[in-house]
């Protein structure tokens, strides 16, 4: 195997600071490379992360779960990359799918994912768009199986905004059985595409039910789960919002219907007062940190399916 020569400079400022046989060097190198005759660390792998809104969670236990199986992430920050500037999607996909072996894209319309997976020849996965946020059930799903360790009967109630991660949540649990319950004000349903799919799959019926009721929701629920009620890039309509969403915050009154032995969950970040109360989100019932931390293990493990 071809290794590589120590160039006589320490830095390449001009294409002088190379010799003849350095360029000649380094272009045989290059084509090596390319014919796959180096063998590299199959697990030095690339993740590139492009986050149109912003991420501590998602991002960083990506980046963490890729340093953990031995690869590295390149932050494509659209503000620095020519994604910002306008470069249509299908020719960033295409070049960034040469570079990177996998993609992570957090993102507004569904539909540019989609199109990132369309041209890109890589993996993409999505880190949250204005849809789904599958990698947060994944983790949620983690969170809750530690607890109850079988998925049969539990009943899962998320309360608020049918959003993205309620979105995922219900698709989710469809594929695992589990029953879902999402209460939330008139208007704020889930997405019918995502109902009509998960019904599609739940072999019960019953065990997907949406109401405006969080008190009857609420009720025997073994989890107990809430997201913020004006997602990224609706803050225009928080006011709003907070008024129409009075009602469904996670207190003592709505934890006290649940299952003696209920856990809370939160996706983060958490407006407290809003959605969840304080006290509730310090409580011993609480596991909103445990889930948390499972992003990482989940997202790690996804990782490592997707590259093998
Ligand atoms: N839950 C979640 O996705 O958090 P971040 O927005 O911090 O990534
Ligand atoms: N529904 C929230 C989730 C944040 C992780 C949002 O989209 O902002």
Redesign the pocket.
């Known amino acids: 195997m071809l290794k590589p020569n120590k160039l006589a400079n320490n830095n390449f400022l001009s294409s002088l600071d190379l010799s003849n046989d350095e360029v000649f060097h380094i272009l045989e190198l290059a084509s090596n490379f390319k014919d796959k005759k180096i063998n590299i660390d199959p697990n030095n792998k690339v993740l590139g992360l492009i986050f149109d ?9 990506f980046q963490v779960a890729m340093s953990r199986l031995g690869g590295t992430t390149i932050d494509l920050n659209p503000t620095t990359s020519q994604i910002g500037r306008g470069e249509p999607i299908r020719d960033t996909a295409r070049v960034l799918s040469r570079y990177c072996d996998v993609i992570a894209i ?1 993102t507004f319309n569904h539909s540019d994912l989609e199109e990132y997976a369309k041209w890109s020849t890589k993996p993409v996965i999505n ?2 768009t204005d849809l789904e ?1 599958p ?2 059930a994944l983790a949620d799903f983690l969170t809750i199986q530690e607890e109850f360790i079988d998925f049969k009967d539990v009943i899962l109630t998320f309360i608020g905004d049918g959003n993205n ?1 309620a979105n995922s949540l219900i698709l989710c649990g469809a594929l695992l059985g589990v029953e879902v319950r999402i209460a939330c004000p008139k208007g704020y349903e889930p997405n019918s595409l995502v109902l009509k799919k998960a019904y599609e799959i739940y072999k019960n019926r019953d065990l997907l039910k949406i109401t405006n009721d969080p008190y009857s929701a609420v009720i025997g629920a073994n989890v107990l789960y809430t997201d913020v009620w004006s997602s ?1 890039g609706q803050e225009n309509t928080k006011e709003d919002k907070d008024k129409k969403f009075e009602g469904f915050t996670i207190d003592d009154n709505l934890l006290a219907k649940a299952d003696k032995n209920a856990i809370i969950l939160h ?3 958490a407006y407290r007062s809003k959605e969840i109360t304080d006290k509730v989100m310090e409580s011993k019932n609480s596991r909103i940190f445990e889930q ?1 931390e499972n ?1 990482l293990h989940a997202q790690q493990a996804l990782l490592y399916c997707l590259l093998s």
């Open positions: 809104k912003s991420s501590t969670r998602t991002r960083v236990s957090r880190a949250l946020h990698c947060q991660v990224m996706c983060l970040p948390a992003r």
